[in-house]
């Protein structure tokens, strides 16, 4: 009899909680959504999808942290987090965005200054602005034929985010390398050129977007994940 009754209860939790389910996936998002991201992501990439998202769903707000700091979703009450790379905590669940390329950079008043490399071999004799993350500054760049080639580097400048990298670049500073979304706009101007376009960074990544492990995501949360998954697929 007992183990009746538990099941029942049981039963009744799970009825309850479909139909809590069915009605908040009914409801249009609304609410505050905290999200956040690192500043050079926050500026390429979140700031239109935030806008997209606030366009199609006039009900929600959003509020965002944009720092370079690993923020503690849970800790911190925050929704979700746009990171780069391989989800290490296994308490997160993440939902892979769209994939980031890196390649190289340089501006035309660089290229001016400096002859044009035409192999990764010619990169030994040109100046850089690098990643601080980069070990020993050695960078291993790949072609479309799985080629790969490793290039030492002489960093100029030294940098722990793309976006100061890339306005030093901008500069003319030296060769960068740097993720193809955030120089689309200077490539459509020509401030920036992209140097050897048939090498980039070796080593595949991707952006995803990632909230703590829980049964059911809140609706406005929800709305904002499938938005941005919908948005990247078009974009392909």
Known sequence: GEVFFKRCVHALEELKAG?????????RPQGTLKITSAVDVAHGLLIPL?????????????ELIVTNRVVDLVGEGVDLAF????????????????????????SKAYLKQNLEPRHP??????????????????????????????VPMQARVGVDDFETLKRFVLLGRGIGPIPTFMCEQELKKG???????????????????????????????R??????????LSNK
């Open 19 to 27: 139909f809590s389910e069915v009605r908040v996936a009914q409801a």
């Open 50 to 62: 935030v806008d997209a998202y606030l366009s199609k769903y006039p009900d929600v707000r959003v």
């Open 83 to 106: 990171r780069g790379g391989e989800l290490e905590d296994s308490s997160l669940v993440a939902r892979k965005i769209l994939p980031v390329d890196i390649v190289l950079w340089a």
């Open 121 to 150: 071999k010619d990169l030994a004799k040109h100046t850089w602005v690098l990643p601080t993350m980069l070990a020993d500054y050695e960078l291993s760049l790949s072609n479309a034929q799985q080629v790969r080639v490793k």
């Open 191 to 221: 401030s920036l050129v992209q140097v050897l376009p048939s090498w980039s960074v070796s080593g595949s990544s991707h952006f995803s977007l990632v909230y703590p492990a829980q049964r059911f995501v809140p609706t406005h949360v």
């Open 223 to 232: 709305a904002f994940i499938d938005l941005a998954l919908s948005l990247s």
